[in-house]
């Protein structure tokens, strides 16, 4: 896929677990390196390596400041990040949803934002789908990964 350097951003999830089992540690890196070995192929991408020892919510704020992407994608928590930014055309995958983000949302915003839910996050996809439109629910899935959902990514963000 050919795009401007930082044209799309791709924020996959961070760690923070802080009692963690040593088999959670595990299945996190290795679905870490599987994302963002796809990810890649979409966009700038800033894993975990990324987030290390710093406030996640900062600094997807400063690179998104920084940089004005034309799209920004969140995994899981950092999806849950990107909630707010309403002016932004966005991809979430399995953010956590709050009565909050739901408030006040322009069509504009409504249009411009994709989400896709696993079965671990149906009932954030119930709340969502009741105010935005571009909503699909994977009930097979525990989890999704970005390849996953590669091909509709790509198709998203070009069109």
Do not use: C
Request: charged share 25%.
């Amino acid at each position: 896929m050919d795009t401007k350097d930082n044209e799309i951003l791709v924020f996959l999830d961070y760690w923070d677990n802080d009692n963690p089992t040593r088999s959670a540690q595990m299945g996190f890196m290795f679905a870490q390196w599987d994302n963002e070995e796809e990810a890649q192929e979409i966009g700038t991408v800033y894993s975990n390596v990324f987030f290390y020892q710093k406030n996640p919510a900062e600094v997807v704020k400063q690179e998104i400041d920084r940089l004005h992407p034309r799209w920004v994608i969140g995994l899981e928590n950092s999806a849950t990040l990107l909630m707010p930014y309403r002016a932004l055309k966005r991809i979430l995958i399995n953010p956590t949803i709050s009565e909050a983000d739901l408030a006040d949302v322009s069509a504009e915003t409504i249009s411009n934002t994709y989400a896709f839910f696993s079965s671990a996050y149906e009932a954030d996809y119930e709340r969502y789908s009741k105010v935005y439109q571009n909503a699909a629910y994977y009930p097979g899935s525990r989890l999704l990964a970005i390849g996953e959902l590669l091909p509709l990514i790509k198709a998203i963000v070009t069109e």
